[in-house]
């Protein structure tokens, strides 16, 4: 079941989006730090990601020439900018964020973006509101080897059905194939699409992570 907002606005085409410089009240890692405590689960890593991961998930992807494009699991957001200053002026970009402390933490400091507070499972919805139709990219950041297995698969069918034909999914994951829910992930994204087109190690990150870019 869904729960869509109604008094979330509709995301602007990304030229007409009003820039911000405003950052948000307080530390941002600390923010993170403290939800990490709250809710693990849904976090599942007390920092967020360095700029060199939000270049990795970003760079070589499309966004340049994407017409619509969603961000999963923002956080504060760490890979944000790196989206914003790549995309295409015309695309319409929107973000899906769970947790209500890390949403305000968003908003506060993105509040030219369209941010759901939402789960990321119900895209579809959030697609329909939007009025798009399919997406080109989906750049993700959710925690997906600690997800339950009954949700991490309906949770992925659902991002590649929101995807068009040749559409990009780029995910952050930290333990790429030593521990075994990473390896079970790993084989449920070559199941569900067509090509994992780049596996990208970042050492600079807390701790070292994975980007995979996959193509439907
Ligand atoms: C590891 S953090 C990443 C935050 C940020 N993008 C970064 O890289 O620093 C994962 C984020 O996904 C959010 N999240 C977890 N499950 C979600 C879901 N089902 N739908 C939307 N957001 C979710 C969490 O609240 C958290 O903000």
Not at 25 to 41: A, I, L, M, V, W
Not at 99 to 106: I, L, R, T
Not at 123 to 140: A, N, Y
Request: aromatic share 10%; proline share 8%.
């Amino acid at each position: 079941m869904t729960t869509l907002r109604t008094d979330t606005p509709r995301a602007k085409p990304v030229h007409a989006m009003q820039p911000s410089g405003r950052e948000i009240p307080g530390n941002r890692t600390f923010t993170f730090f403290r939800e990490f405590f709250r809710s693990p689960r849904l976090l599942g890593t007390c920092f967020p990601c360095s700029k060199q991961v939000a270049a990795a998930m970003t760079d070589g992807i499309g966004l340049e020439t994407a017409m619509s494009v969603a961000e999963f699991g923002p956080g504060t957001g760490a890979i944000t900018p790196s989206i914003l200053e790549r995309i295409n002026p015309d695309a319409v970009y929107f973000a899906i964020e769970r947790n209500d402390v890390m949403a305000a933490a968003f908003r506060a400091r993105f509040p030219q973006v369209t941010l759901h507070e939402d789960d990321a499972r119900n895209i579809r919805t959030i697609m329909r509101g939007e009025g798009v139709e399919k997406l080109d990219i989906i750049v993700s950041a959710l925690p997906w080897l600690i997800f339950p297995e009954e949700v991490r698969e309906p949770m992925l069918t659902e991002a590649v059905a929101a995807l068009k034909p040749g559409g990009i999914f780029s995910q952050i994951t930290y333990f790429a194939d030593s521990l075994p829910a990473a390896k079970k992930f790993r084989r449920l994204m070559e199941r569900h699409f067509s090509e994992i087109r780049a596996v990208r190690r970042v050492w600079r990150n807390l701790p070292p992570a994975f980007v995979y870019h996959c193509v439907k």
